[in-house]
């Protein structure tokens, strides 16, 4: 069956119990890393994954907590035993994002191994593939199609120019005839109502409860950047989601929030209902 592993629930910011963005989708045939945010390398090995067999990540955006250990899983996966082509694919800036990590961050490091270390068998190759909204893209046993997610395009302080080079996916892969979609970062929009109608599993960003928008800072986020508890339960009824995981957490200092969130979500979605922790596996 089907199945993919939290092994990063929180957000850019210093959260002690919780890794940023990644997840492990299993297709049955392949392992699939979605994201590479802080701690992505580490969730891979909590989750027993093949680190050297890895042949493909999929970006979701460009924010630090979702690419911030590329890089570790770039080159970790080579000093582990891959010698085959990590596909990398992602929006329009990946590859320069891709050729910047290997070609300038990191090019000494990567030259001082591959000579100094001739028995990892030299530099294992890195392709990446920029895929725009509505493209889709497969591999062993499963096929993924990104959907253009709003994540700050509203806000009125960011430019035109910037926004001409922001992109943001989410992906529903579909899976021997299950659906399971990743949202990424994202409030509600158009993309995400095709993303999300009548998955099986909708894992959607849910940064906080209403309760806990209690700044203009929290209430502008909620409006324009981050879904929050107001509305993922209305738009995962409205697209017919049968079960739903809410993810991308605020760091709090302790687990009262819990309680507030799942109650004002399950106000409006009936279904199975899940909060991500690091490490929640959800088979579909
Ligand atoms: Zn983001």
């Known amino acids: 069956m089907p199945s993919v592993t939290f092994m990063g629930t929180g957000g850019p910011r210093r959260d002690p119990h919780r890794r940023a963005t990644s997840l492990l989708l299993r297709s049955g045939q392949e392992e699939v890393l979605i994201d590479s945010g802080r701690g992505a390398l580490l969730g891979l090995g909590e989750a ?24 570790d899983v ?13 596909l990398i694919e992602g929006p329009p800036g990946t590859k320069g994002i891709v050729d910047a990590l290997l070609n300038h961050v990191y090019d000494r490091d990567l030259t001082w191994r591959s000579l100094g270390e ?3 068998g030299g530099w294992a190759p890195v392709e990446v593939r920029e895929i725009c909204a509505g493209e889709a893209t497969s591999g062993a046993g499963w096929r993924a199609t990104a959907h253009e997610m709003s994540h700050g395009h509203g806000l009125p302080t960011l430019t035109p120019a910037f926004l001409s080079r922001w992109f943001c996916h989410g992906y529903r892969f579909e899976v021997a005839g299950r659906v399971f979609a990743f949202t990424g970062d994202t409030v509600d929009c158009p993309g995400l109502r095709k993303l999300a109608a009548g998955a099986d599993v ?37 697209c017919g989601v049968k079960q739903l995981v809410l993810t991308h957490h605020k760091p709090r200092p302790d687990d009262a929030w819990q309680a507030a969130l799942l109650e004002e979500v399950a106000r409006d979605f009936s279904g199975p209902l899940s909060l991500a922790t690091d490490g929640f596996e959800v088979a579909f």
């Open 74 to 86: 770039i080159l970790n996966s080579w000093l582990e035993g891959r010698r085959h082509p990590l």
């Open 118 to 120: 001739p028995a990892h």
């Open 202 to 238: 909708l894992a959607i960003c849910c940064y906080a409860a209403s309760s806990e928008l209690t700044s203009e800072h929290f209430r502008v986020l909620a409006r324009h950047t981050l879904a929050c508890g107001d509305t993922v339960g209305k738009i995962a009824t409205a």
């Open 48 to 71: 027993r994954a093949n680190i050297a067999g890895l042949r493909r990540i999929l970006l979701t955006h460009h924010h630090f907590d979702h690419i911030g250990d590329l890089y």
